[in-house]
């Protein structure tokens, strides 16, 4: 079956969308210093602002779903735009860590909420038989803003300054980001499956019949275990390579380096796991994001350092690319932008905590170790999670 042209116009415009509000989130890691030195604030202070911009936004995900399986995704998203620019705004004006974590940390988080579960579940519907392929493009969106955007905003933080640097910023939000949010538009079978009277003939599950399958529930604690170790590393790994004494540049150039590996692994992951399947290839790259992690625990110096950067972010990539593409094979397009801001509620707490938690781990021993041995640990559990719902009976994907 052929794809309708209109389905790649969505594709990318998600790719852009995706770009903007995770290079707005994972920018965090450039304006680290600036905020630990503005308002005399600890690793476990500065870390609060990323967990809570993250655990807010994968809790009100599930909202974002199903305000988008209801209104459409162009409204949404959109108005999602506007909110992480006045967060942006307001945050440059911030006189305390307390503005910052309510305008970065709510509400950017607030605003990503209302484009990131949008966008990735408009994409699912337009297609049939290249859905690991179209989801992997949408989603590399996420690996490009993380190359490019914390390294632009590096640059503007030593050109302008932090609080200029966060105005441009803002700016650009509304530029780009709107301009891509607009090209969103709904799938014909997502469309019909939004009028009560059509809901009955389009297949798939209601939100409420998902949650009383177990298959869900067994995708949910692979989210749950693996995110501690696929959020920790954003926020913490340019502080590590500064304690090795890596000039800041390249330190903040190491998120970039897992932003490139994101490209590779949502190009390449998304397309391999259409052949091979997509479950065993969510669950090998789990495997996969646990041994990066032993890199990152033994790394003595910068190019250790590249190297896990560039290996996490093929694996966390391919993960990420991986799950939409699953809720839709799951449990099909009826209300798939709902089921998957509720899967991604499961990320919410690793978001949230595990940042904090290794700030405060390192402010007491002056080592990441801990934390690391850790999220290797849970990086496995969430693999054995993959492999318990593969096993069921009609998780055949």
Same mark, same amino acid.
């Given at each position: ?34 905020? %630990? ?31 988008? $399986?209801?209104? +459409? ?167 590590? @390579? ?8 390249? @330190? ?51 190019? %250790? ?53 290794? +700030?405060?781990?390192? $402010? ?30 009609? %998780?055949?994907?």
């Amino acid at each position: 079956m052929k794809e309708a042209p209109y389905a790649w116009v969505v594709v990318w415009a998600t790719f852009v969308a995706l770009a903007v509000i995770f290079g707005v989130s994972y920018s965090f890691a450039a304006f680290f210093a600036a905020f %630990a030195a503005e308002f005399d604030a600890q690793r476990a202070d500065v870390s609060l602002v990323f967990g809570l911009s993250g655990g807010v936004y994968f809790v009100f995900g599930a909202g974002g779903g199903m305000l988008a $399986d209801r209104f +459409g995704p162009r409204l949404v998203t959109s108005a999602g735009m506007v909110l992480i620019a006045a967060g942006l705004l307001l945050g440059s004006a911030a006189q305390g860590m307390s503005t910052v974590y309510a305008a970065y940390g709510v509400g950017v988080g607030l605003g990503i909420a209302l484009v990131y579960t949008p966008s990735i579940g408009c994409v699912q519907p337009w297609f049939k038989q290249r859905r690991g392929l179209a989801a992997g493009l949408a989603s590399a969106g996420i690996g490009a803003g993380t190359v490019v955007v914390p390294l632009a905003a590096a640059a503007a933080i030593d050109a302008l300054q932090w609080r200029d640097a966060m105005r441009a910023l803002a700016a650009a939000v509304l530029v780009v980001g709107l301009a891509a949010t607009l090209l969103l538009k709904r799938a014909p079978v997502a469309g019909a499956a939004a009028g009560a009277a059509q809901a009955v003939r389009i297949p798939g599950a209601t939100l409420r019949e998902a949650l009383h399958d177990h298959r869900f529930w067994w995708l949910y604690a692979s989210v749950v275990l693996a995110a501690p170790g696929m959020f920790i590393p954003f926020a913490h790994v340019s502080a590590a @390579a500064r304690d090795l004494g890596i000039d800041a540049p390249r @330190a903040v150039g190491l998120v970039g380096l897992i932003g490139i590996g994101s490209l590779v692994g949502r190009f390449v992951i998304g397309a391999l796991a259409d052949r091979i399947g997509r479950l065993l290839t969510l669950l090998l790259m789990q495997l996969s994001s646990g041994l990066a992690l032993v890199v990152w625990l033994g790394a003595g110096g910068y190019a %250790a350092l590249a190297v896990f950067a560039l290996w996490f972010g093929l694996s966390y990539g391919g993960i990420v690319s991986l799950l939409p593409a699953l809720c839709m094979d799951l449990f099909g397009a009826r209300a798939v932008a709902g089921i998957i801001g509720t899967l991604y509620t499961g990320a919410a707490l690793g978001n949230l905590a595990g940042p904090v938690l290794a +700030g405060a781990v390192f $402010d007491r021993s002056g080592s990441y170790a801990p934390v690391i041995v850790g999220c290797i640990a849970l990086s496995a559990l969430a693999a054995l999670a993959c492999a318990r719902l593969k096993a069921l009976r009609g %998780a055949a994907y």
